[in-house]
């Protein structure tokens, strides 16, 4: 079972294969640089390392989102290309569950965050179990000052990603001593990681099909505004 | 390169609100032309939304390549190469067709074909007869207006473009200014009829020997009526002013591509792009071409509007040219065409 997983929801693009749990190789760059130019070139060096052809693959693992929607895109419909070319099967997993990954040792609660812009982060709290990361709160979208105040009580936090350096003071502000931060490698996603999780998925049978979307977790600002303005369900957070 | 004669490209355009994938043999017969419209859900907010096509996109791409090749009765492994539109276009939207062909390429090892758009819209006009050359083309739609040169197959030199807005642009623009629905060139289209030509709006001519194009005046000049009618308490009857806006676009468009045609000393004009289904510019530039004894080439509307068949025809000459491209190939929202 050689899976290849890949993200390129943030600046960080990443591409692994795994067998089974075992990881045979991961290249990782973190970088201001066009996923789109990168992607296919690094995937075909990685495999290229390995001796191993398209043919080889049994499953591909991608990146869900949330991050930026363009990086997410370029990932999640070259990961649905690969799989529905070769007849195998795609599995998505959340970006922030395979960042979170980064603290699966942890003894608290695990939260990666990426910047939302106008201080709001896509983010969640996870908390390891064995050897994957367990969504504790819900993914969303959220005031950096709102989310804070959500995890007073929840225990001593590590924080992950790189955006958490312009909200550090901030959240040491508000949760003292119980907050934590990555380190390094520790805040840089790993394609081995999102792959890891992504074969306890394939093994409960959690495949996307073709028509699979990522997770934005949020509207368009376009019809977020259209939703408000025509008395539908308004979105509380919109953007793009 | 495959040993049996047959090239089949497989197609892929993404470059506005069409998902499109198709199968093309030879670079001139239709095998498969499948093509998801987004008009729908764009029509709510007036015009396309970048964000929202790109979404749409990702959601649509693989179902509609898998159904090009299933309507072809074609397999992965019965193609000679993938072509995809690289630019012009909305670059979120174009990144998508992008991802999707370099990873089809990728897994499936076939050679990998960059189109430009406009070359795309030039070669529809060879799925419905075999371009003759030298020709000129003229190409219309919502995001262009483009009069180009060909001496040869895949020999492109541009002889003129808009200088502002494109002429199905200035379609929308004006549609929304007399509460028409989008997409507006149709619309303006239809309510043409019901009017005459009587309103006197500017032509944008340019420089004597000039080529290119110009629709932001005649726009202004469309605001200033209503506006000054409006002031004076007059009513101006709509469908006029849809049939003098009309009239002054075409005529525009009609006389640049004869005087193009006239120029290049050719005999053969292509008309392609979405605009090319007004049924105005349609008959003036039949009567002018008659008179002149032009040989016109009018594709079908399905092929005159975004399609990814007429990518894979115009890939399938770049491919047999050897003008391939490699895993690192990138969208280019403005790429041009020489
Ligand atoms: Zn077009």
């Known amino acids: ?240 | 390169m495959k040993s049996n004669k047959k090239t089949l490209v497989l197609g892929i355009e993404t470059s506005c609100d069409e998902t499109s994938a198709a199968v093309v043999e030879n670079g001139a017969i239709l095998r498969s032309n499948v093509i998801s419209s987004q008009m729908e859900v764009h029509r709510r907010f007036g015009g396309v939304v970048p964000e929202v096509a790109s979404r749409r996109h990702v959601e649509r791409i693989t179902e509609i390549i898998q159904q090009a090749l299933n309507d072809a009765h074609v397999k992965q492994e019965d193609l000679s190469a993938i072509a995809v539109t690289q630019g012009p276009g909305l670059v979120g939207a174009l990144l998508i067709g992008v991802a999707a062909a370099k990873a089809m390429a990728f897994a499936a090892n076939l050679p990998l074909v960059g189109v430009h758009h406009i070359a795309g819209h030039i070669y529809a006009a060879h799925l419905m007869q075999p371009l003759q050359f030298p020709l000129v083309a003229l190409v219309v739609s919502g995001g262009h207006t483009e009069l180009v040169y060909m001496s040869d197959h895949n020999r492109f030199e541009r002889l003129g473009r808009t200088r502002d807005d494109a002429a199905g642009e200035a379609y929308d623009k004006v549609a929304r200014l007399l509460d028409l629905s989008y997409p507006g060139g149709p619309e303006i289209d239809r309510l043409s009829k019901e009017g005459k030509p009587i309103i006197d709006l500017p032509r944008a001519w340019l420089e004597p020997d000039s080529l290119d194009f110009s629709f932001s005046g005649l726009k202004s000049a469309v605001i200033n009526l209503l506006h000054n009618a409006k002031q004076r308490g007059e009513v101006i009857h709509r469908a006029d002013v849809a049939a003098s806006f009309q009239e002054s676009v075409v005529e525009v468009l009609t006389e640049k591509a004869v005087r193009a045609v006239r120029k290049q000393g050719v005999k053969h004009l292509v008309l392609a792009g979405g605009v090319s289904a007004n049924s105005r510019l349609r008959q003036e530039l039949l009567h002018r071409c008659q008179k002149e004894n032009i040989h016109l080439t009018i594709p079908s509307m399905e092929l005159c509007t975004d399609n990814a068949a007429m990518i894979a025809a115009a890939g399938t000459f770049r491919y047999l040219d050897g003008q391939t491209d490699g895993l690192d190939l990138n969208a280019k929202p403005d790429l041009s065409l020489i």
């Open chain 1, 1 to 240: 079972m050689k899976l290849l997983a890949i993200d390129t929801s943030t600046l960080v693009l990443s591409v692994a294969v795994l067998d089974q749990y075992r990881v045979l190789g991961e290249l990782t760059t973190n970088l201001h640089k066009n996923h789109s130019v990168r992607l296919m070139p690094a995937v075909a060096r990685l495999l290229g390392d390995l001796e191993l052809d398209a043919s080889d693959l049994d499953g591909v693992a991608v990146a869900a989102g949330p991050g930026s929607y363009t990086g997410v895109r370029i990932g999640f419909t070259t990961a649905k290309t690969i799989a529905w070319s070769r007849g195998i099967p795609m599995v998505s997993v959340s970006s922030l569950a395979a960042l979170a990954m980064n603290g699966l040792r942890f003894p608290g609660g695990v939260v990666p965050l990426f910047d939302a812009r106008r201080n709001r982060v896509y983010t969640g709290l996870f908390r390891g179990e064995t050897n994957e990361m367990i969504s504790a709160k819900e993914e969303k979208v959220i005031h950096l000052d709102q989310w804070l105040s959500d995890l007073r009580n929840e225990g001593p936090l590590l924080f992950l990603g790189e955006d958490t350096g312009h909200f550090q003071e901030r959240i040491t502000d508000v949760l003292g001593d119980q907050a934590f931060f990555g380190q390094g490698r520790e805040n840089i996603v790993s394609a081995a990681h999102l792959g890891t999780l992504a074969l306890s998925c394939l093994k409960r049978g959690e495949v996307d099909h073709m028509g699979a979307v990522p997770n934005y977790l949020q509207l368009t600002k376009a019809e977020a505004d259209w939703l408000s303005k025509n008395g539908g369900k308004k979105n509380e957070v919109s953007g793009d």
